[in-house]
């Protein structure tokens, strides 16, 4: 009768009385017995990386192993499982189950470099390296995608070459103060155009260049009428209470100096309350639904003020419109435009930039911009209102000014 066995667990073993399974990777080995083994361990035991790395060498009359459970040639099972060998007591039949770590064996030849030489090489990039890999073990596929790469690679280094004489050889003719020149008159004209009126260069008279249609459409000039009645009849006393609470001067000039009766005046009024709107909303940062109801803005006016010069941004979960920078760079244009309509082809711009709340040179800036002609009028006398620097004018004449775009460069100061 065959005798029986049990199972018996270890106590809890530290890493030095692990048991240890050996693989050869070159093959089983016949003679085992004639292997002398040795085990060796780091020598810091602080830390925790370290002190459970260990290097098993063997070594034979003819060739030597190594192995270890860390680096490049360790077994990643090692960290993934644990492994367990039973060790057979015949004299009480009883199998002890320790704890086990496996080591692949490899054969050492005396002089060979054991290290990879790409790991060595600290100059090839991971991308290199992978390439290496490619061309030694990659399947016909992947040689050709690396050889179309490289083609791809010369070809895109020939093109930059070429490129570049070209460009090095325009800079050499014209020169480069000129090419910046040029780049910085074209980088101002598209920065601006987006946001100018449609303009017709080619028109014949001054009225059709700017159209007054393209400001205000016929539907929206019909909807302003009511709105214009008011304005029309608003007495001396309710102009000066304007003036004196900051009321825009564009408009109360206009309303001021408007004929007394007939189609202009109430062409005047229609036109001076759309710019109040105007001018106030180039004064807001955001705008609401609810703009200018309070002035008795026809609802047409107010969509085609939020769709022309609001731009939609979200805000804790929704939309708001807000007037970008760029967009008061538009009203400026849009409204400068207007002006010139209410008096035949001329316009204050002084009075316009500080109704605007802009500087007066980016207020010249879009003025050269739409080609109008600028004037400056000798100073006189200051008026009743206390204005005294009233006397820059923009008029449209044909045909339009192109302005040249002057670039400074700021001197360093040399220190002494």
């Known amino acids: 009768m065959a005798a029986s066995c049990s199972l018996v667990c270890c106590e809890e073993e530290s890493d030095s009385d692990k048991a240890v399974i050996v693989r050869f990777s070159n093959g089983s080995v016949r003679d085992a017995d004639k292997l002398d083994f040795t085990m060796y361990k780091n020598a810091d035991g602080k830390n925790p990386r370290k002190k459970r790395q260990r290097i098993m060498a063997a070594e034979s009359d003819r060739l030597a192993y190594v192995g270890n459970n860390f680096g490049n040639g360790s077994l990643k099972c090692n960290n993934l499982c644990k492994y367990y060998v039973g060790v057979l007591n015949r004299q009480t039949m009883q199998m002890e189950v320790h704890v086990a770590q496996l ?71 014209k020169g480069l103060e000129a090419l910046q020149q040029e780049v910085a008159e074209t980088e101002a004209q598209e920065d601006l155009a987006l946001h100018l009126p449609p303009c017709n260069a080619a028109a014949d008279r001054p009225e059709n260049v700017y159209l007054f249609d393209d400001i205000l459409s016929p539907v929206e000039f019909e909807a302003l009428e009511q709105a214009g009645s008011k304005m029309a009849t608003l007495t001396s006393e309710e102009m000066k209470k304007m003036r004196d609470d900051g009321g825009s001067l564009c408009v109360l000039k206009h309303l001021e100096n408007m004929a007394t009766v007939g189609e202009a005046r109430d062409r005047v009024s229609r036109c001076a309350f759309y710019l109040s709107i105007l001018l106030k909303l180039a004064r807001q940062k955001y705008i609401t639904n609810k703009f200018g109801q309070d002035e008795g803005c026809p609802r047409i006016i107010q969509s085609k003020l939020l769709r022309t010069f609001t731009v939609e941004t979200f805000n804790n979960g929704r939309v708001q419109n807000i007037v970008s920078m760029s967009m008061r760079a538009k009203l400026a244009a849009y409204s400068l435009t207007l002006l010139l309509h209410m008096s035949y082809m001329t316009a204050d711009l002084t009075l316009l930039h500080r109704d605007l709340g802009i500087t007066e040179a980016r207020m010249t800036e879009i003025a050269k911009s739409m080609g109008l002609t600028l004037m400056k009028l000798a100073r006189g006398k200051a008026n009743t209102d206390g204005l005294q620097d009233t006397n820059r004018q923009a008029s449209l004449v044909l045909p339009l000014v192109k302005y040249k775009v002057f670039s400074e460069r700021r001197k360093r100061k040399k220190m002494l």
Request: hydrophobic share 30%; net charge neutral; no cysteine.
């Open 103 to 173: 080591f692949n064996m490899q054969p050492i030849i005396p002089g060979e470099d054991t290290e990879d030489p790409m790991i060595q090489d600290p100059t090839k990039t991971y991308k290199d390296k992978v390439e290496s890999l490619i061309e030694a073990f990659g399947t016909n596929k992947q040689k050709r995608a690396l050889n179309s790469r490289r083609l791809n690679l010369v070809s895109s280094e020939t093109l930059h070459q070429a490129v570049s004489k070209a460009a090095n050889t325009v800079i050499n003719q």
